[in-house]
Nanobody
Framework: VQLVESGGGLVQAGGSLRLSCAAS????????MGWYRQAPGKQRELVAA???????NYADSGKGRFTVSRGNAKNTVYLQMNSLKPEDTAVYYC???????????????WGQGTQVTVSS
């Protein structure tokens, strides 16, 4: 199973970015998908997550500014980020809980990360 992110980049404070993540491979079912971020010198933290039933969960830092959504095919997840702040600067990682057709049980997969830099 592979997760491929896109959409990161450099943006000025107050601007917007939309991150995309597509999962592919030996997928039987995807349960929750989400976005995490890791800033230099800090631990990786949850940004937002969404279940297959489109129930969402947001970190306090992104509430009211970020929106997580799933694609119609349910193997994609998006993160719309508005009113970006310099403190949002981090590497953003896509995450998925996947039932793999080749492995028993549910497994956690990560993308390679995409850099988001917000300038002041």
């Amino acid at each position: 199973v592979q997760l491929v992110e896109s959409g990161g980049g450099l943006v000025q404070a107050g601007g917007s970015l939309r991150l995309s993540c597509a999962a592919s491979g030996s997928i039987f079912k995807i349960n929750a998908m989400g976005w995490y971020r890791q800033a230099p010198g800090k631990q990786r933290e949850l940004v937002a997550a969404i279940t297959s039933g489109v129930s969402t969960n947001y970190a306090d830092s992104g509430k009211g500014r970020f929106t997580v959504s799933r694609g119609n095919a349910k193997n994609t997840v998006y993160l719309q980020m508005n009113s970006l702040k310099p403190e949002d600067t981090a590497v953003y990682y896509c995450n998925a809980d996947v039932v793999d057709v080749t492995l028993p049980g549910m497994h956690d997969y990560w993308g390679q990360g995409t850099q988001v830099t917000v300038s002041s």
